[in-house]
Nanobody
Framework: QVHLVESGGGSMQAGGSLRLSCVMS????????MSWYRQAGAKREFVSSI??????KYADSVKGRFTVSRDSGKTTMSMEMSNLRPEDTAMYYC????????????????WGQGTLVTVLS
């Protein structure tokens, strides 16, 4: 069973930078896409993702400011957040989604507990 632990959240003045990390354990013989989501109200929104090939995707609101990466072992994902804005304030969650063989596709997605980012104006 995949387990995710986020770290790196905190308070920062607008214009500053923070680095979030997510460590994934309990992985099997699957490929994993890892993603960041954030939630400030009722809706959880996509922020960024990186697959096992290193291909990345970003929400329009963070393009050019956030950079997602993954270590060589592919079990730790990081996101460098720069030029932070007050509207980036949210709980940030890590998500992993298995893919590849059919049994991987059937595995449930895993979510971390979240790390809080507060950007002060």
């Amino acid at each position: 069973q995949v387990h995710l632990v986020e770290s790196g959240g905190g308070s920062m003045q607008a214009g500053g930078s923070l680095r979030l990390s997510c460590v994934m354990s309990g992985v099997g013989q699957c490929l994993y896409e890892m993603s960041w989501y954030r939630q400030a109200g009722a809706k959880r929104e996509f922020v960024s993702s990186i697959d096992s090939d290193g291909d990345t995707k970003y929400a329009d609101s963070v393009k050019g400011r956030f950079t997602v990466s993954r270590d060589s072992g592919k079990t730790t994902m990081s996101m460098e957040m720069s030029n932070l804005r007050p509207e980036d304030t949210a709980m940030y969650y890590c998500k992993s989604e298995a893919y590849g063989p059919s049994w991987c596709e059937e595995a449930p997605d895993a979510w971390g507990q979240g790390t809080l980012v507060t950007v002060l104006s």
